[in-house]
Structure formats: C-alpha cells, structure tokens
C-alpha cells in the first residue's frame, strides 16, 4: 500500500529506464490500487514492469538472484532493516530504501520518498555496484541467526556470573557499573549538591566550560564563571 512505495519505485524505474518487478499483493486499500495501477499502466509503455504477486520462498529466492538492486521506500516498517531487506542483502542485492532510525546499515544506501532522489541513489549503487553487494552480504550474514544466538549465549552467561559475582540490587548495581566504566576518552562531570555546591571535571581531554548555579524557582545565578 502507500507506505511501502511501490509507486515511487515504478516511477523512478521509469525514469531510470530500466525494468522492475513488483513482488507482493495487492493493497487492500482500493483508493491505493488505483492510483499504483495508474501509474503501472502509464509507465508500461516506456518500460518492462513484471507483477509478481505473492511468492513462496523459493520463488523470491529465485527473483532476488535474477535481479540486481532493492528499491524498498516504506515509510514504516517493523524492524530496522526489515526482513524483505535482510533476505534481499542475503542475496548481494544492495538496498536503497528509507531508515526511520538514525544508524548505518552497509549495504543500504538511504533515499527520501522522492522519486528524484531515488534515481540518483540507484545510479550511485549502479556506479559502484561490486562494493555495496559486497557489503549487503556482509551484513546479512552479520544478522545470520548463528551469529545473533552466539551474541545472546555471551550476553547471558555474563548475566549468570553477575548474579552471583556482582551487587544484587539496583542501587548498587548502578553504583558499581559506574565505578568500573571505562572513562578513557571522555571528561567526566561530577557535581555535589551539598550546602556548599561544587563541580569536578576529571579526564585528560583539554576544553572550556561555562557552569552556572541558577535557582530553577527564582532564576537567580548563585554562581557563574562567565
């Protein structure tokens, strides 16, 4: 439907000149059918667009390896990337579609949902296309569920030492991840709120800092080294 772009992807295909296939049923929006129909229809007499409907898992298998680059602009999806990206990466095929979160997936090369800038995206993959497969298999096999089962049975055999080894309760469980956090590269702000109010900047890293003690009730600065 409207939020998985099908649309978007036939029109900047058209432009493009390139073929597409269009693999997934029909919305069940008929307002949207039309409009994708529409401009299906209008684009067939300039390119070769296949409708390949729903497909089992063989069949999709059988497309991704035939074709050459993903174009997935949904503006919603459940999972970042979601699964049709990760099957797609799994194949080599490089993904140029939206992110809703704000991280780096090789592989994915991040578009709008304007067909101008989905062109260009697609060209840019184009032009460099043996390296974003790469990275798309990359980080498919990252996401392998070997791989995420070895991740957890890490996690939670370090979670079994710390119930015995560590503080029980939170309080003191905060205190001591603190205490033995890593703070190499970083200043680290501690500030006393005593009677007597002070702050301690402890790190190596060179900087200048403007500190204020303002009462939030009467916006009155009790201190400021400006």
């Known amino acids: 439907d409207e939020r998985k772009g099908f649309h978007l992807a036939v029109q900047a295909a058209k432009k493009l000149g390139l073929p597409i296939t269009i693999v997934g049923p029909d919305s069940v929006h008929e307002e949207y059918n039309t409009k994708f129909y529409t401009i299906v229809n209008d684009c067939k007499q300039h390119i070769d667009i296949q409708l390949a409907g729903n497909v089992d898992k063989d069949e999709l298998r059988n497309l991704l390896n035939e074709h050459h680059v993903m174009i997935h602009p949904a503006s919603i999806e459940t999972g970042q990337p979601c699964l049709a990206v990760l099957e797609a990466m799994a194949s080599g095929l490089p993904v140029v579609g939206t992110m809703q979160d704000d991280i780096h997936v090789k592989g994915l090369t991040i578009c709008t949902r304007e067909v101008d800038v ?36 890490k996690y939670y055999y370090e979670a079994k030492e710390l119930k015995y080894t560590k503080p029980f309760d939170m309080k003191d469980r905060l205190m001591f991840a603190y205490q033995n956090t890593s703070i190499e590269g970083k200043n680290v702000f501690e500030l006393n709120m005593q009677k007597n109010p002070h702050l301690t900047i402890r790190g190596s890293i060179p900087g200048t800092y403007r500190v204020n003690f303002i009462d939030k009730d009467t916006n009155f600065s009790h201190y400021s080294n400006e």
Not at 132 to 137: G, P, T
Not at 140 to 146: L, N
Request: aromatic share 14%.
């Open 118 to 153: 989905i062109v260009e995206k697609v060209k840019e993959v184009l032009d460099n296309y043996d390296e974003y497969s790469k990275n798309a298999r990359e980080f498919a096999k990252e996401r392998d569920w070997e791989n995420i089962f070895d991740e957890l049975e």
